[in-house]
Structures are given as C-alpha cells and as structure tokens.
C-alpha cells in the first residue's frame, strides 16, 4: 500500500495527460525541439535582444544609424529592385512553360534534370560562368557582334544586368519546376469537363487552371523571392559590390565581418528580415483570398 | 435510350476543337520552346565557357583558347590546396547527413503519428529556418557560435549547415512515415517489441527509401550551401564552395584558368551528386522542399 499512493496520483496525472495525446513517445521530438531552440531561435533573439545594445547611444540608435545613412538605408532598394522583378520574372515565365510541359510527353525527364543542374550548381559557379560567358570579351558579346546585332560589347557584367541574370539562372528552373509539380496536381479531368461545356482554350486557362494555380504560385513566388532577397556571392562577384548592387546582406555582412560591429550587423539582419516577412505576408494574405480546396494545385 | 444514341455525337465536337486549339496555339509553342531552348544555350555557354577557359593555355580575345593544357588542374590542386579542402566538405557533409537523419527522423515520427497539443506551433518552429533566408539568421548564429568559441573551425560549420538540415529531414520524412500503416507497428507491438525494436527491427528498414531520399538531398545542400559555411568557416575548415568563392573574389592573384579548374572540380563533384540523387528522388524533390506542410 505504500509505494501505491505516490505511485497513483503520477499513474492519474500520466493517464490524463495521455487522454490528451502526451505520452513517453513524444520524447522523440525532444532533440530536435532542443536544436532547434539552441541553434535557431536562441540565437534569433540573442541577435535581436543585441541589436537594441549597441556600442554607443540609445537602444534604437543602430536601428536609426540605419535608417539615417542614405547609403545603407538605400541598401533595401537595390535588393528590392533586384529580388521582385526577379522573382517575378521567373514565376511568370514558369507559368507558360510548364502549363506547356505538364503533359507527358519524350524527353520530359530529360529536361526536368537538366533544369536541376543550375539549382545544383548554386551562384558561385553561376557567378563565375557568368564573367565568363557574358563579360566583353565572352561568347554571348561575340555572339551579338558577330550576328551585328550590336556595334560593341553590351555591358552586362559587374552591373544590375549580371546580378539578375544569376538570379534568373538558379530562379527560374527552381520557380519552373514547383509550378510543374503544383500544375501537374491538378486533375486534367477540370479543364476537359471546360472543354465540353464549350469553352476555348483560353477561357479553361484564365477559368479554370489559373485560378486553382493561383495559390501555388503565390507560394513558389514567396519561394523564390527568399532566394533572391538573400542574393550574396553573385551580388559581389557578378554585380558592383560598391554601388549598384551593394545588397542588404552585403551590408549586415560588412557591418559583421569588416568593421566588427556585431550589434548593427544583427539590427540589419533584423530590418532584413522584417522587410522579406512583409512582403511574403502580404504574397500570403493575398493568396489566403483564392480557392485552396482538394483540387490541386494547392501550395 | 435517346441519351445512348445521343452521347456518341457529342465526341467529334469535341476534337474539333481539339484540333483547332493545336494549330491556333502552334505560335504560342514555338515562342515557348523558343525561350526554353534560349536558356538552355545560354545555361550551356555559362558551363562551357568556365569548362574551356579550364582547360585552355591563354585565352584572351578570341573565341576559343590558343591550346589546350591540363596543367591548370595541378596548379589548382596545389595552389587552393584542394586535397584539404575536399576533405573538409566530405567531413563536413558526411556529420552533417548523419546528425541531421539521427535529430530529425525520430521527430518527424512523433509528427506524423501523434497529434498532441502545440503540434502546429512546433511545425511551425521546425518551418522557420528553411523559410528564412540563411543571412538573416546566419549573422547572429554565427555571432552566437563565435560566443561560445564554437564557430572558426568544423564544429561550427556543422553545426550551422545542421540549422536548415534538420527541418529539412522533418519536412520530408513526415509525409514518408504518414504512408507507412501504423497497424504494422501495431503487429509488432502485440508481438511484445518495444518502442526500440519496433523502431530498428521494424521502421527502419522500411524507411530506408525515405531516408535514402532524405541523405542525399541533404547532402546536396550541404556541399552547395555557401553562406552558412562563409559565415562559420576558419581558414582550415572552408568547404569547396566558399574556398572557390574565396579565390574568386581575390582574383588578378590567381590566374583565372585555375579559379576556372577549380570551379570544374566544383561542378564534376556536384553533377556526380546530382546523378545518384536523381536515382532516388524526383527533380521536382531537389527544390519542392515545403510543398508538404499541412494545409492552413
């Protein structure tokens, strides 16, 4: 009877709260719950709490160093201008393409892994192919002037132009193939019932197919837009790392590495990161609006 | 009886328009493979010039080089001190894929077998990192690591490279072990095996097409990922990426052929990659890596 009535109250207090779905098992998320604590949300907030403790003034005054400095403030703006119309730019591409593709057809895995290959890659050796392929004395300049299409060599790397070309490179075979993958997953059975019911080919896409795409793009524009907003290597080797295309993470970068000022390098990684859930809140808010049923085609 | 007769009529309209819709969209073809093979000629210029300029003795305002020489591979291999190099992206790779299957497998199976309270959040938490990019939360993970005198050699690129690795392993077991009947583990359970042995004896063996497919792509993004490792890595602990990065932007020191060689010996250890993972895992796989969440 003894060892029953501590024994009880923890066999009671284990029973309810197993009624609620906790038991011994969920010790199996405990590793990664604890990593994920350690290696990310901590130093998330250790970062943050740093920001507001900077080396010299007020708690804000790193946040208003920021927001003072034309040069850094315009730092937002340029990774804008580079990372939208990219994003944008590759999603709207995919869209024809794989609305084209999305049936079987020979040749059809072919291209899909061909298209992995930049993904693969990464910007670094994209970047470099770039300065290669594209600088002045590159195949695509001699390409134009031998064809006359242009009289000199078209300024196309170390500038915007290179940054975005990198972004399309490694964007768009990744914005492509999401847009395959959510297409394909709506059923063709839709578009054919359109098709009966004496619709042209134009009315089933703008009716049918792109309002069930709708949701899925929105997530792979929010997807691809991550990747181009924290465009680093190819912003310094293929862009103007001093000027035009001198990004935001390039700037919490320098603050961090180059003049050891880890509390303005981490309140830029903030502002960064403010700036990219904005934008991606607002891509979700306005995808929450479109139909995100058992059809397909969801995100 | 009238709707038998009157449904086979109803078929020849159809193809009709069928056959209208190809030759009206014919145009719309032609541009559309039109731009997919521009990119890819464009795609295949960046790769071979990089691949050409490797392997050529001087090349400067011509279309391709004067000769043809290995010995920008050598001096690459000397010089960047590959051997090194390469052993620290394998070391790293290999900790990475071990540690990121050992933390992450067990709880995507909590997630997809138990539903308890808070399971959306800690979903959630475990999205968090591969929706944000690496710089954000590179630069205080980093400051962090540095703190506590971990960052500057492997253990901190590890642990950093574990940071996007690990949701990434829950994100794509979860759905893996949803299809896998639980009246299996059921079975063995009756016949007395304890959470382990059901876990080693029963589980995992059926597992392994996931967790292969999980490795692999893990490792993939492992050896690709530049910005975690720059933000981590001391002089002796580059990974082959961030040591090519490196050599590009201190390029005029080097001559570019060899930065070139070095971005071949690059490429050649990913597209080897890339082949075995494409034996295992669908392309779309490599980039769909949150297509999985459950629906809000």
């Known amino acids: 009877m003894s060892d029953a009535g501590p024994g009880r109250p923890l066999a009671h207090w284990q029973h309810r709260l197993a009624e609620r779905g906790i038991d011994r098992q969920l010790w199996l998320l405990v590793p990664a719950l604890v990593f994920v604590i350690a290696l990310f949300l901590y130093p998330f907030f250790y970062g943050l709490t740093l920001s507001f403790q900077p080396t010299k003034g007020g708690p804000l005054s790193d946040y208003a160093r920021f927001f003072s400095d034309s040069y850094e403030r315009g730092t937002i703006w340029i990774t804008l201008r580079i990372a939208l119309p990219a994003a944008l730019l590759n999603v709207l591409a995919a869209v024809p393409i794989a609305y084209r593709m999305r049936g079987r057809f020979r040749g059809k895995r072919l291209v899909t892994t061909l298209l992995v290959v930049p993904i693969t890659l990464g910007t670094v050796l994209t970047a470099q192919g770039l300065l290669n ?85 929105a997530t792979t524009f929010c997807l691809t837009f991550v990747l181009a907003f924290s465009v680093f290597p190819s912003a310094v080797l293929v862009g103007n790392p001093a000027g035009e295309t001198r990004v935001i993470s390039l700037a919490a970068y320098q603050a961090a590495y180059e003049q050891y000022d880890y509390p303005y390098a981490s309140a830029i990684a903030m502002i960064m990161g403010f700036v990219e859930l904005v934008i991606i809140a607002v891509v979700l808010a306005a995808r929450s609006r479109f139909y995100t049923g058992s059809t397909g085609g969801k995100g | 009886m009238a709707t038998t007769t009157q449904a086979p009529p109803a078929r020849p309209p159809a193809t009709t328009t069928d056959r209208r819709r190809r030759i009206a969209a014919r145009p719309a073809a032609w541009i559309v493979w039109g731009v997919v093979i521009f990119f890819f000629v464009n795609l295949l210029g960046v790769v071979a010039s990089v691949l050409v300029s490797s392997f050529g003795k001087r090349w400067f305002d011509t279309w391709l080089p004067d000769g043809y020489t290995t010995s920008w591979y050598a001096r690459a291999w000397d010089e960047f001190a590959l051997l090194q190099v390469i052993t620290v992206t394998l070391e790293v790779s290999v900790l990475v894929v071990g540690l990121s299957l050992l933390i992450g497998v067990p709880a995507a199976y909590a997630l997809a077998r138990r539903s308890f309270p808070g399971k959306r959040l800690i979903f959630l938490v475990f999205l968090l990192p591969i929706l944000m990019p690496p710089i954000t939360y590179g630069i205080p993970l980093a400051t962090v690591l540095y703190k506590f005198g971990l960052a500057g050699h492997m253990s901190g690129v590890v642990l950093a490279n574990l940071v996007p690795s690990v949701p990434f392993v829950i994100l794509t077991m979860t759905p893996f072990i949803e299809q896998i009947d639980p009246r299996i583990e059921s079975a063995a359970r009756m016949c007395g095996a304890g959470l382990r042995t059901v876990f080693l004896r029963i589980l995992t063996p059926l597992l392994v097409p996931g967790i292969l497919a999980a490795a692999i792509l893990v490792l993939v993004r492992t050896v690709g990922m530049f910005e975690l490792t720059f933000l981590t890595a001391g002089p002796d602990s580059q990974t082959l990426v961030v040591a090519l990065y490196y050599s590009m932007s201190a390029s005029g020191i080097r001559a570019q052929q060899s930065v070139d060689a070095m971005a071949v010996i690059y490429t050649s250890m990913m597209l080897v990659l890339l082949v075995v993972a494409l034996r295992y895992v669908n392309p779309t796989q490599l980039v769909a890596r949150v297509k999985d969440e459950p629906e809000h």
């Not at chain 1, 990198?166 to 578009?191: H, K, N, Q, W």
């Open chain 1, 133 to 217: 392929f594209l600088g002045p004395t590159g195949w695509f300049n001699r390409t134009l002037l031998a064809t006359n299409l242009v009289d000199e060599p078209v300024r196309l790397t170390h500038n915007y132009w290179g940054v975005f070309f990198s972004l399309v490179i490694t964007g768009f075979p990744f914005a492509f193939l999401l847009v395959l993958s959510y297409l394909s997953g709506i059923d063709p059975t839709l578009e054919r019932a359109a098709a009966t019911l004496g619709a042209d080919w134009r009315r089933r896409f703008t009716r049918v197919t792109l309002p069930l795409l709708m949701p899925g793009l």
